[in-house]
């Protein structure tokens, strides 16, 4: 099984190929995600994971797409990143596109091209579980910062 770990900065895997173009992090390979092609042969992962990384790129959906390229058929994309109404979204001024858990909701796919990409599940994480106590948290988000402060979207690729 091959497994990608793109923009693995510290978080180095054992057993998967991580990918950064860092000088002072450990990794397998070196590159910058904003340039693409990706230096992969078409159909070559089973697993890609990008923790906090999307949203820093240039433009996520031509990354995506690339992904769907070096990934094989039923491959799972993992993808992790700030919620638009985190602390840590809203202060990174290295962060390009903010995203919530309807950033990728079917029509949306459709409409940026991603028809490979299906929504297997989008999870809401906290780093705090006192948040989790919050009431009506899915009705209260739109009105507190910091309700949430990751999502994690799952995509399986479908060729």
Same mark, same amino acid.
């Given at each position: 099984?091959?497994? %990608?770990? @793109?923009?693995?900065? &510290?978080?180095?895997?054992?057993? #998967? %190929? $991580?990918?950064?173009?860092?000088?002072?992090? !450990?990794?397998?390979?070196?590159? $910058? @995600?904003?340039?693409?092609?990706?230096?992969?042969? !078409?159909?070559?992962?089973?697993?890609?994971?990008?923790?906090?990384?999307?949203?820093? @790129?240039?433009?996520?959906?031509?990354?995506? !797409?690339?992904?769907?390229?070096?990934?094989? $058929?039923?491959?799972?994309?993992?993808?992790?990143?700030?919620?638009?109404?985190?602390?840590?979204?809203? /202060?990174?001024?290295?962060?390009? /596109?903010?995203?919530?858990?309807?950033?990728?909701?079917?029509?949306? %796919?459709?409409?940026?091209?991603?028809?490979? @990409?299906?929504?297997?599940?989008?999870?809401?994480?906290?780093?705090? /579980? #006192?948040?989790?106590?919050?009431?009506? !948290?899915?009705?209260?988000?739109?009105?507190?910062?910091?309700?949430?402060? $990751?999502? &994690?979207?799952?995509?399986?690729? &479908?060729?």
């Amino acid at each position: 099984m091959n497994k %990608l770990n @793109l923009g693995c900065g &510290k978080d180095y895997r054992q057993g #998967w %190929l $991580n990918v950064d173009f860092r000088d002072d992090v !450990k990794l397998d390979a070196k590159h $910058n @995600l904003n340039k693409i092609p990706y230096p992969f042969k !078409k159909n070559q992962f089973d697993i890609v994971l990008m923790r906090m990384i999307l949203e820093h @790129l240039d433009n996520p959906i031509k990354v995506l !797409k690339e992904i769907i390229r070096i990934s094989k $058929n039923k491959a799972i994309i993992e993808v992790v990143v700030p919620h638009a109404n985190s602390y840590a979204a809203i /202060t990174d001024i290295q962060h390009k /596109t903010h995203f919530t858990e309807n950033s990728f909701n079917k029509n949306l %796919l459709e409409e940026y091209g991603l028809n490979n @990409l299906i929504l297997k599940k989008v999870e809401l994480q906290f780093k705090n /579980t #006192w948040k989790k106590c919050i009431p009506f !948290k899915k009705y209260l988000k739109i009105f507190f910062i910091g309700v949430y402060d $990751n999502i &994690k979207f799952i995509f399986e690729v &479908k060729k």
